[in-house]
């Protein structure tokens, strides 16, 4: 597919979002204050992947327009034509996507080369740290709580273990940046047990000290993030 008509197919399914979403409002099933149906549900009624409907929230979410309660659904808080005339909300969902596009190559421009660093100069307390920070992660997953703060964590402690100073201080420069990748609306409960896995792959590698290995690992943590969030993979 070429990228043109590419992005004529994304723009069309978010297009298709938003339509159907004011289509619920117009029809009485949805007004403000309500809690909108699960995401599987509406992907499916949409017609849409749920990728694309995670980066739809997402842009509708800090346009006040829907807002996530933790543990209690997604919320519809005012009417879209309130808010933004339709085409203005499907331009900004689709700045929203090539955005994060932009963000998630920048990763892998950088964080492979961290993780190959980190891989020839990572201390035995660093790694077990990074063991112990999984292990809470894969906890917090299994007890139906939020992981972000470990993910967060773990890339923040696999930067300092890389020994250079300079990457420390960009990436805490550019934390709140790289934190939008990891927003709770492009998360799914596959994805975070993916995270999970690509971080002890990724310890694997730090623990044989094998350079190559962990660049390989991280790379391709990143690009199993990137499928997860705009829906190339098979979800359950």
């Known amino acids: 597919m070429s990228a043109v008509a590419s992005r004529e197919e994304k723009k069309y399914a978010y297009t298709a979002i938003v339509e159907r979403i004011r289509g619920m409002i117009a029809n009485g099933e949805l007004a403000p204050g309500d809690r909108l149906p699960p995401e ?8 849409v992947s749920r990728g694309s409907l995670r980066q739809a929230f997402q842009a509708l979410a800090e346009r006040k327009i829907i807002e ?3 543990g209690d659904g997604t919320y ?7 808010a933004l005339p339709g085409e203005a909300i499907v331009e900004a969902i689709g700045k929203q996507g090539s955005f994060l596009h932009d963000l998630l190559e920048f990763r892998q421009l950088l964080e492979p080369q961290i993780a190959a ?3 020839k100069r990572i201390t035995p307390e660093i790694l077990d740290r990074l063991k112990i920070l999984v292990c809470d992660q894969q906890r ?3 007890a139906g709580r939020e992981d972000d703060a470990f993910d967060v964590e773990f890339h923040r402690l696999l930067a ?8 420390v201080q960009v990436l805490a420069i550019l934390q709140s940046i790289l934190n939008q990748s990891r927003s709770t609306w492009l998360q799914s409960r596959e994805r975070r047990y993916a995270s999970v896995t690509g971080h002890l792959r990724i310890i694997d590698a730090l623990e044989a000290g094998d350079a190559d290995a962990a660049f390989l690992a991280m790379q391709a943590h990143i690009a199993e993030i990137e499928r997860y969030i705009f829906g ?5």
């Open 68 to 70: 996530s309660r933790q």
């Open 117 to 119: 660093l980190a891989a």
């Open 140 to 142: 917090a997953l299994t």
């Open 160 to 167: 300092e273990s890389a020994d250079n100073r300079v990457v």
């Open 76 to 82: 519809l808080l005012t009417t879209l034509d309130a």
């Open 40 to 47: 599987r549900r509406l992907a499916e009624a949409f017609g």
């Open 232 to 236: 190339e993979l098979q979800e359950d």
